[in-house]
């Protein structure tokens, strides 16, 4: 059974750091690539950041030159999320995301609450 535990939020204020991290386990083939969402009270859950299984990744215009996403080589690997120059829009529920690499699957964490406020 895959699943995907998420850590590193918290509180920092505007202008601060913090970095989130994804660790996935259970699965046999691996994923063909994973995300970092993002759900702030009242809005729809919005795609943060993605990397590739061969490490292309994308990112939201809101947050591009201040995030960062990274992963490392194993088969379930551990996700990182370099979070720079926070904003208090940046405040939300931070969600990992992970794409099987065969069928239509999909695995979501548990949340991680990001709160930029001074």
């Known amino acids: 059974q895959v699943q995907l535990v998420e850590s590193g939020g918290g509180l920092v204020e505007p202008g601060g750091s913090l970095s989130l991290s994804c660790a996935a386990s259970?699965?046999?083939?691996?994923?063909?690539?994973m995300s970092w969402y993002r759900q702030a009270p009242g809005k729809q859950r919005e795609l943060v950041a993605d990397?590739?299984?061969?490490?292309?990744?994308?990112y939201a215009d809101s947050v591009k030159g201040r995030f960062a996403i990274s992963r490392d080589s194993a088969k379930n690997p551990v996700v990182s999320l370099q979070m720079n120059n926070l904003k208090p829009e940046d405040t939300a529920v931070y969600y990992c995301?992970?794409?099987?690499?065969?069928?239509?699957?999909?695995?979501w964490g548990q949340g991680t609450q990001v709160t930029v406020s001074s």
């Open positions: 259970g699965s046999h083939f691996g994923f063909a690539s």
């Open positions: 995301r992970a794409e099987a690499r065969f069928g239509p699957h999909e695995y």
């Open positions: 990397i590739t299984r061969d490490g292309t990744t994308d």
